[in-house]
């Protein structure tokens, strides 16, 4: 499990190495990236609480991981004595420890400042996909209680081909006959060249190469759930160990084709807009299309938190969630290539927890009593 050291971030180099793509790579992937979205004006400044401190680790999803490690090296600047492991390796993959382990957060609270230390235990579970009910049904039986729930960014799963392949787009069948063994979405046959998707030329016999995400994966499960109608992956995809590696791969492979998170786009690879059916327009993902949902595979990304015996959150877990739905902590989601938060979902946010109404809320509220959203 890959694991980010809030102090050591600062290069771009060093996140490519970081998110798994070797030095050398640096620059076969660099370039001019997409323009970053702006945050919203309607969300506030983090006002911090003094005095807060203690250690924790936030784990799971590799599309989360450089967003998390960014908010957490700016949350550094607020709270110095809130020490904070960021690890990657997959939704799926941390989200059993996660639930099993009870004893997650080792607090600082009168013990010497020099004497902090992370525990072994997720705090926090980075999840690129909400977690299901049966999910959510071990976790209540296991603790009592409900996990806290917390969207800190929209995000895209993009699919991503070489930057030399002249398709125009792709609906969600074509999609779903490239990928899946059982094409629930009804092609009446799977789509092996890129004759058959729409290219034409000396690309009509060309093969169509697949690329994926292993079985750790939550961008994996998602994309299975939502492209595939939970069909079966076909086994001759090429699953590798994240999206910066899948994206690395792709780069190298004119016949390739691959789906990974927005925030891994480079001047090697090119996205391609989805139509939800075959004749309806094609849609290319933004935080516009994200945010009302007309791009196909729109999502959030999450945090889940547990709570205490007395039913709160860990103060210092509390701090960083409170810092990741503000102005600064926002900024980093777009900074990290994902899509920051609406004002109204960011205040759903903070009154789950901290029970605080703001503006934002109200207005929401009136629009949706009113049936203008």
Same mark, same amino acid.
């Given at each position: ?33 997409? #323009? ?15 005095? #807060? ?183 001759? #995809? ?44 094609? #849609? ?90």
């Amino acid at each position: 499990m890959r694991t980010v050291q809030i102090t050591m971030l600062g290069s771009l180099l060093g996140c490519l190495s970081l998110l798994g793509m070797p030095a050398d790579s640096l620059a076969e992937v660099s370039g001019p990236g997409p #323009v970053r979205p702006v945050v919203e004006s309607g969300i506030s400044s983090y006002m911090g609480k003094a005095g #807060v401190s203690g250690a924790f680790v936030v784990a799971g999803s590799d599309t989360l991981l450089p967003i998390v490690a960014k908010i957490a090296s700016a949350f550094r600047q607020y709270q110095a004595d809130i020490k904070i492991a960021v690890q990657g390796g997959g939704t799926d993959a941390a989200l059993m420890g996660f639930i099993q382990d009870q004893s997650t957060i080792r607090r600082g609270d009168g013990s010497p400042k020099g004497g902090h230390q992370v525990s072994g235990g997720i705090a926090l579970l980075a999840s690129s996909r909400a977690l299901t009910d049966a999910e959510r049904k071990d976790f209540a039986s296991r603790y009592g209680y409900d996990v806290t729930e917390i969207p800190i960014a929209l995000d895209a799963v993009a699919v991503y081909v070489n930057r030399q392949n002249p398709i125009a787009g792709l609906s969600l069948e074509q999609l779903d006959a490239m990928f899946s063994r059982d094409r629930k979405r009804g092609l009446p046959e799977e789509i092996k060249t890129w004759g058959q998707a729409g290219a034409g030329n000396e690309w009509i016999s060309q093969p169509i190469h697949l690329y994926g995400q292993d079985k750790r994966s939550g961008t994996r499960t998602f994309f299975i759930q939502e492209a595939l109608l939970k069909g079966e992956m076909r086994t001759d #995809v090429r699953e590798e160990s994240g999206p910066a590696s899948e994206i690395l791969a792709l780069s190298r492979d004119v016949l390739g084709i691959g789906y990974a998170g927005i925030g891994f786009q480079a001047s090697t690879v090119r996205i391609l807009p989805l139509a939800e059916k075959t004749g309806m327009p094609f #849609v290319a993902p933004s935080i516009e299309t994200a945010a009302n949902g007309t791009y196909p595979l729109s999502r959030s990304l999450y945090l889940y938190a547990k709570k205490d015996s007395k039913g709160e959150l860990d103060p210092a877990v509390l701090e960083f969630l409170k810092f990741a739905n503000s102005r600064e902590g926002q900024e980093m989601v777009a900074k990290a290539g994902a899509y920051p938060l609406p004002a109204h979902q960011v205040a759903k946010n903070l009154h789950a927890l901290t029970g605080a109404v703001t503006s934002a809320m109200t207005t929401e509220g009136m629009q949706l009593a009113a049936g203008t959203r």
